[in-house]
């Protein structure tokens, strides 16, 4: 059994990458992928880890892409076998990461705007090293008091259309996909229901992806029923595409997800990882 889908709090994770790997051994998992949103941070402390721990570790992470209005939701690529040094993915990323901080200045303002006291060495400090967005904001405006949950941090400052919202630098799809390759590594599309598509529409966007070069489709993932993943297992093979599978583990952040097992009922087969490395260039 393998995991090749987890956060740790070089993103939006609760736990240690070095506490994601032990997790793992735990769950008996063969190979574990750490992929934490937009980053490569992970991967020092992952890797030591996963030595340690007799875990095989898939180096990766998961960039949030650019749709355009090509999909009504989101899409999150999953990359695999690109390490923190190996070809021009992780400067990117590192860009990105400063187009987010950027961000993250432009949503402190317009709070301290509307009379919210935050400022970003609070936020440094709540999110720690890694990739910082907006849900350590959430924390701080709960725990202040300005909100009762973190949904309603959301709802009222921080999510798409509310007032503190900004938007941020990110890849698109193509653009995603090409810089993996070129650092020798495979992507897959994650929870591919998030992108807001059905049917031919899905089918449709998951082709032009694959004509792009995508390599896989995440169908076993942690929190989908089974009547969801069979039709996904259909769309990969319709398009030649690998079917991949992960837990999507954030430790408090998504209760109810466990490393390796998902709610339980995932146990993703070591033979997906094999055809992913067959795939790689
Ligand atoms: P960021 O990386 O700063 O854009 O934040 C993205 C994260 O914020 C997502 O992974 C979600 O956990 C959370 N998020 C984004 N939009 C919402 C929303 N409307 N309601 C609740 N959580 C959200
Ligand atoms: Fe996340
Ligand atoms: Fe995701
Ligand atoms: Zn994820």
């Known amino acids: 059994m393998i995991d090749l889908h987890s956060h740790s709090t070089m993103s939006d994770g609760t736990d240690a990458?070095?506490?994601?790997?032990?997790?793992?051994?735990?769950?008996?998992?063969?190979?574990?992928?750490?992929?934490?949103?937009?980053?490569?941070?992970?991967?020092?402390?992952?890797?030591?880890?996963?030595?340690?721990?007799?875990?095989?570790?898939?180096?990766?992470?998961?960039?949030?892409c650019e749709l355009g209005g090509r999909a009504p939701g989101s899409m999150h690529l999953l990359v695999f076998f690109v390490d923190d040094h190996t070809g021009p993915l992780p400067e990117k990323l590192a860009e990105l990461q400063r187009g987010r901080n950027e961000r993250n200045v432009q949503i402190v303002s317009a709070l301290n705007a509307h009379g919210i006291d935050v400022t970003m060495d609070e936020l440094a400090a709540e999110a720690g090293p890694g990739s910082v967005g907006r849900?350590?904001?959430?924390?701080?405006?709960?725990?202040?008091?300005?909100?009762?949950?973190i949904q309603e941090a959301f709802d009222r400052w921080l999510a798409k259309g509310a007032p503190a919202y900004f938007e941020r630098p990110r890849l698109t799809p193509e653009e995603s996909i090409e810089l993996t390759h070129a650092s020798g590594g495979v992507c897959s599309v994650a929870h591919p229901l998030s992108l807001g598509l059905e049917g031919d529409a899905l089918d449709g966007f998951i082709a032009e992806l694959a004509v792009a070069g995508l390599d896989g489709l995440e169908c076993e993932y942690g929190a989908y029923e089974p009547a969801e993943r069979a039709p996904l297992h259909a769309l990969a093979?319709?398009?030649?595409?690998?079917?991949?599978?992960?837990?999507?583990?954030?430790?408090?952040?998504?209760?109810?997800?466990?490393?390796?097992?998902?709610?339980?009922d995932l146990c993703v087969p070591d033979e997906y990882l094999d055809r992913l490395e067959a795939r790689r260039r």
């Open 135 to 149: 849900p350590s904001l959430a924390r701080i405006l709960v725990r202040k008091g300005y909100v009762a949950t």
């Open 237 to 264: 093979a319709r398009h030649d595409l690998v079917p991949t599978g992960g837990s999507d583990y954030h430790g408090d952040n998504k209760p109810g997800l466990c490393v390796g097992v998902g709610r339980g």
């Open 17 to 64: 990458p070095a506490r994601v790997v032990a997790l793992a051994a735990e769950a008996q998992v063969a190979a574990l992928a750490l992929t934490d949103h937009d980053t490569l941070d992970h991967l020092p402390e992952a890797h030591a880890a996963a030595d340690r721990a007799g875990v095989r570790l898939v180096p990766g992470c998961e960039i949030s």
